[in-house]
């Protein structure tokens, strides 16, 4: 049985104890159908801090600057999509496409979360996933993610897994330009907002282990940052990709934001401490300028999602 969750934020104004973490609108899924409503519901657990995630059906933010000026609640971090019905793909997916109307949209896309994150006085707006576009490494994707769902992951399957994803580097290094140049374009012009990337879960896309730091290092010079992704990057390693303390090691000087969820059987954004991220590792890398965002999928309610946040305190963050 699914625990009780929020059905009326309104009544719930009482501020919760604070803590020091964000916590991302996906986790109210359909629960909650305005962003007042999750902005109250937010507050009265604690956080201080709002992420604007993907949902199913993009709520309506309208009501947001009344409740936050009751609430003194702020925006942190939006996701590119989240004006948008959730979409099969990666919210970044089209900006490094290879037919130059998509890309297009996906530029303009872009400019509009960034102008939305503006007007809310949000300082980051985060891309995450980006696919490469070729319909034979998608057709050898599907097949091997039927064998792993139907075999499981052993060390055979892994090895696939890397020949998979290095054709991907291969045969991707014309869209990771397509995507420097497209988020070079946005940066250019609305240079005030801090723009983020962060991978996804799919073999096949494009910000995988070696193109995060080509477009980190391309980009450097209008301070594109890396945002962490725990679960994602976690199942990934499951699959014999590079692991969490490879990502860390590698790109934790250039973070600015976590998303602190965990994952077990393949399943991610589940509260953390469920599963096997190990997060006395994350730990470690995360500065105090580093923003943490709670991002837990909407099935997970109120009470899984504090004993989340006792859970971070209690491995320091």
Known sequence: ????????????????????????????????????????????????????GLLEAPVSLGGFED?????????????????????????GTKLGSLDAELRERAVNSLRRHVRLAQKLHC??????????????????SDRLRARIIKQGIDDEVREEVRTLVHKVQ??????????????????????????????????LDLLNFQAVGWVLDDLAKHSLAYWHD???????????????????DAYADRMIGIHLQDTAEGQVDMPPGTGT?????????????????????????????LQAVQFLLGRGF
């Open 123 to 140: 300082p980051t707006v985060i891309v995450r996933g980006c696919e490469v576009e070729d319909k034979v490494l998608r057709d050898e």
């Open 67 to 91: 409740s936050a000026r009751e609430t003194g609640i702020v925006v942190s971090a939006i996701i590119t999509g989240c004006l948008d019905p959730k979409a099969e793909n990666m919210s």
């Open 277 to 305: 991220v190990d997060f006395k590792l994350v730990h470690g890398y995360v500065g105090r300028g580093v923003e943490r965002v709670l991002e837990i999928d909407q099935r997970h309610g109120r009470a899984q999602i």
């Open 170 to 203: 291969k045969k991707s290094t014309r869209q990771v330009e397509h995507l420097c140049r497209s988020l070079h374009t946005v940066m250019s012009e609305l240079p005030q907002t801090r723009i983020a990337i962060e991978t996804g879960d799919s073999f």
């Open 230 to 248: 725990c679960s994602r990057i976690q199942v990934r390693e499951s699959k014999g990709l590079p692991t969490q303390g490879m990502w860390l």
């Open 1 to 52: 049985m699914a625990p009780p969750v929020l059905t009326s934020s309104r009544v719930l104004t009482q501020p919760g104890i604070p803590n020091d973490y964000a916590l991302a609108t996906t986790t109210f899924g359909s629960r909650l159908k305005a962003i007042e409503d999750q902005a109250f519901a937010a507050v009265a657990m604690g956080f201080r801090r709002m992420e604007l």
